[in-house]
């Protein structure tokens, strides 16, 4: 972090976010103890796979989409695949084809949960610059963490085909269907995973927390009795419930000049959150009864509005998914057929799923014989963005105080709240905070 | 299914590091693809996700990782840094777009101990990393001579390990 100083002016800068996903940068300027202005930059390029995908064949788009992000690639090719289903008039709600999306899915949520948890949020926590000072006075704990994601990562490789942009989804369902022995080898060590989540929860529930509530309105998805994985309408705390198909009525997108990622609002409202919070926050009577003992036995309220206790959340969720997928693997039997069969036709469908750090729409319409006409995809940080900025307005309000390089460390940390995935909503993350009132404080940040 | 396949206990593995939609970022994989049949190694790929190069080489006796870097040097220089009992350099370090950077990696096994006794990173210089292009001119002219000292690595390693387990019979 340097500082640079003029007359009138402080401008602290972090010229190297460590720990994000992606290239971005922050930029918050300061007078005196007020905040003037925050943004948060995405200036990674458009990479324009909306229009990739247009003039393909709607069978290519889990293959396409699932190349948008190497995290969180299952809920690229979930939303996709939903997506075209409906447009064709298929949907996959029950059966062994669905329990073997929600299980890839629960593998998805334990390797980038645990990557999150460990790798990118818990040094914030700790006053670490990174998982490797963490593993030098804690290696029984970054163990943990690496051994959660190494299980994760097991169980989208087995259904996938490969953990990093799986080949094996497809429209439909799946072009091959582990049989019952292949997925049972996974039982013991998801029972570890388990084990290893609830040890999670703990460790995470002592770290010392920030104190910052903010009036967050939070949007997941909601589905029957299931915690939000792989579908569901789309509600809120504030009255929205709606068909995945009415998104674009409620939510807009726009364009704004300082981020290569268009910003999302609800019509009318405005910024919106959605991820772990959102999903505890609406959906904590689905959770599994363990994951509910486990936030219970740390003390972890239902109502949950500190964005820094996502960290907790998070850890509740990997219980979550572990016990899920215990119990998915428990009851799996192969189904009849790998895929559903899937005719074109002329329409537009929709599809919205739980990626780990939240909510992920897409919109394809389609011709007659199944050509992709036109594309949508809203990924999860870009409709966390304005939340994430008014996170930071938040934070800068109650931790004014603190000496800039202090400020910046918990700036960032907040920015980590959300896991953002600059990679998927548009690359390095540059922090700047700019204060009126001059400090000659310099110092580099790793 | 598909996954990496068990290397033997104490092979050599090669790992190509680097996303190939983004120019230059592309050489590592461009070697590794290279460097496939290559008698007596396991060729991996990591799309750059450092953390999960701890599990690819959990069996590995000695790693090679191939590597894009950016330190300032000419597009095209072919850096070779043994980091089996000391970090790389902080300066030539890949562009990391991912949360935990190959650097990372590294010295995470090392505190864990988890990294394999031999650990040589073949960094070649990079000088365009923009989305969807390919190779530069510079980068493309540095991949055979780049295959080829990771070739000969592999394979005085491999005479090495030969002569260990001959002198230990």
């Known amino acids: 972090m340097s500082l640079i100083t003029d007359s009138a002016e402080r401008t602290l800068r972090v010229d190297y976010l460590a720990r994000v996903e992606g290239e971005g940068a922050m930029y918050i300027k300061l007078s005196g103890n007020e905040v003037q202005d925050v943004r948060l930059r995405i200036y990674e390029p458009p990479r324009f796979f909306e229009a990739f995908l247009r003039g393909r064949a709607f069978t290519e788009v889990p293959d396409i989409a699932a190349r948008i992000c190497g995290i969180c690639p299952i809920a690229y090719q979930t939303s996709g695949a939903r997506a075209i289903e409906d447009a064709c008039g298929v949907a996959i709600d029950d059966g062994p084809i669905r329990d073997l999306r929600r299980l890839i899915y629960c593998g998805e949520w334990i390797e980038s949960h645990a990557l999150h948890v460990y790798a990118l949020h818990a040094p914030d926590f700790l006053g670490y610059q990174s998982m490797i000072e963490l593993a030098a006075d804690h290696p029984q704990v970054a163990e943990q963490g690496l051994a959660l994601k190494k299980t994760g990562n097991r169980l989208v490789a087995l259904i996938g085909g490969r953990e990093i942009h799986p080949i094996n989804m497809r429209v439909g369902g799946f072009y091959r269907v582990p049989s019952r022995t292949e997925l049972l080898a996974l039982r013991d060590p998801l029972q570890q995973a388990l084990e290893q989540s609830l040890a999670t929860v703990r460790f995470v529930a002592q770290l010392p927390m920030p104190d910052v509530t903010r009036d967050f309105e939070f949007v997941c998805l909601r589905d029957g009795e299931l915690y939000p994985i792989d579908r569901g309408r789309i509600v809120s705390d504030r009255g929205l419930d709606i068909e995945p198909a009415q998104f674009a009525r409620n939510i807009v997108e726009e364009h704004v000049q300082h981020s290569n990622a268009l910003h999302a609002r609800i019509r009318e409202r405005g910024a919106y959150l959605t991820g772990p919070l959102a999903r505890y926050n609406l959906c904590y009577d689905q959770l599994r009864p363990l994951a509910r003992e486990a936030a219970a036995e740390v003390g972890l309220d239902r109502s949950c509005r500190n964005p820094f206790q996502s960290i907790i959340v998070r850890a509740v969720e990997l219980v979550d998914a572990c016990d899920e997928a215990l119990e998915l693997i428990e009851r799996y039997e192969p189904p009849d057929r790998p895929a559903l069969e899937v005719q074109p036709r002329r329409g537009v469908g929709h599809g919205v799923s739980e990626a780990p750090r939240g909510m992920l729409y897409h919109r394809y319409e389609l011709d007659d014989d199944g050509t992709i006409l036109d594309a949508r995809i809203v990924p999860p940080t870009s409709q966390n963005q304005l939340a994430i900025e008014e996170d930071l307005r938040a934070v800068v309000d109650r931790y004014h105080d603190l000496d800039d390089e202090e400020l910046g460390l918990r700036c960032e940390q907040a920015i980590r709240n959300h896991d953002p995935c600059i990679s998927c909503a548009t690359h390095f993350l540059q922090l700047t905070v700019e204060r009126e009132d001059p400090s000659p404080v310099a110092a580099e940040l790793g | ?169």
């Open chain 2, 1 to 169: 299914m598909a996954g990496a396949t068990r290397a033997p206990a104490k092979s050599v593995v090669v790992i190509g590091v680097g996303n190939n939609l983004r120019g230059d970022d592309g050489a590592g994989l461009a070697a590794a693809a290279r460097l496939r049949g290559e008698p007596g190694i396991q060729v991996r790929t990591s799309a750059g996700e450092g953390i999960d190069l701890l599990a690819m080489w959990e069996d590995a006796g000695a790693v090679l990782l191939v590597d894009a870097v950016r330190s300032g040097a000419p597009a095209g220089t072919i850096h070779r840094y043994d980091v089996s009992d000391e970090p790389l350099p902080s300066s030539p370090r890949r562009p990391a777009g991912h949360a935990i950077s190959t650097s990372d990696a590294i010295e995470l096994a090392r505190q864990l101990g988890q990294l394999p006794a031999k650990v040589v990173v073949f960094g070649v210089e990079g000088g365009r990393f923009e989305t969807g292009s390919a190779l530069s001119p510079a980068v493309e002219a540095a991949i055979e001579p780049l295959v080829a000292a990771v070739a000969t690595e592999s394979r005085r390693l491999l005479a090495d390990a030969r002569l260990r387990a001959g002198s230990a019979s």
